[in-house]
């Protein structure tokens, strides 16, 4: 059985940080993506930031500079710090773990509000 647990969200003001923990749990799971994707209501999810095994990194367009991805050395935990926030990153951040960006293992979500 495949778990994912996040934690870390919260309220925070404008400019503010955050920072998301996910441990990664259970029998042939597939870790070659960690990713942290974000649905806020009535929109489709969106892929925040991914960390391929090799090294590589993907972020969405938005959220470079401000947000880095990071993963334990035996990339059973990933790893969300977000700096700068903005009002428009107000969203549910999930959790995933898959062989690519689709077709994996999620996480229950966790609030991030971004608010005054």
């Known amino acids: 059985q495949v778990q994912l647990a996040e934690s870390g969200g919260g309220l925070v003001e404008p400019g503010g940080s955050l920072r998301l923990s996910c441990s990664v749990s259970?029998?042939?799971?597939?870790?070659?993506?960690l990713a942290w994707y974000r649905q806020v209501p009535g929109k489709e999810r969106e892929l925040v930031a991914a960390?391929?095994?090799?090294?590589?990194?993907r972020y969405l367009e938005s959220v470079k500079g401000r947000f880095i991805i990071s993963t334990g050395k035996a990339r059973d935990r990933v790893y969300l710090q977000m700096n700068s926030l903005k009002p428009e990153d107000t969203a549910v951040y999930y959790c995933?773990?898959?062989?690519?960006?689709?077709?994996?293992?999620w996480g229950q979500g966790t609030q991030v509000t971004v608010s005054p």
């Open positions: 995933y773990s898959g062989f690519s960006t689709s077709g994996g293992h």
């Open positions: 259970g029998t042939r799971v597939s870790t070659n993506v």
């Open positions: 960390s391929v095994g090799g090294g590589i990194t």
